[in-house]
């Protein structure tokens, strides 16, 4: 059975910086979660981040992608270089996704950990662009499938059909 490492903050667990969750509704969750497919994670906190904690961006336009190069940081919108505790995240999703045999993933889109079709540019104005975070590049260039909260359903119809 194809098992899927989950963003916890789409199962409605309240870990995201200002302490909300993004419950998402499609019904297919709770049957994936019966099944015992889904492995919730919440990659900032199993780096040690804490509820809440201030908002933060991938620099200069740029994608997790650039980050795991070293070409990019992370910086909160204090200021702090959390690109290090960035990186641990991404590395605890990977150890995680590995050990739990999850061939798939669906993350939160537009967290610098989390996003997958977009992210922000890193001026803390709201600002998307197309890029993904650090998490998802980490999983995606270790042959994990990384889908977003808006692909859910693209995911439900590729298990029907295995
Ligand atoms: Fe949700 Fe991922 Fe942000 Fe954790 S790091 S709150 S799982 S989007």
Redesign the pocket.
Known sequence: MDRILI????LGQK???NGTS?LDHHSVLQVWQQEGRLVP?????AAGFQVPRPAAEIAQGKSGDDVLLGKAKIIEETGRDVTELYQE?ARQALILAQRENCQYAI??D??P??GVRFIYDGNFAGNRHSGRGI?TALLEKNGIRVLSEAEIEILRQTLSEE
Not at 7 to 10: G, T
Not at 41 to 45: A, D, G, Y
Request: with cysteine; aromatic share 4%.
């Open positions: 963003s916890s903050c789409l870990v995201r910086y993004k994670l919440c990659p900032e906190l995240a993350l939160t537009g967290s950990s989390c998490t």
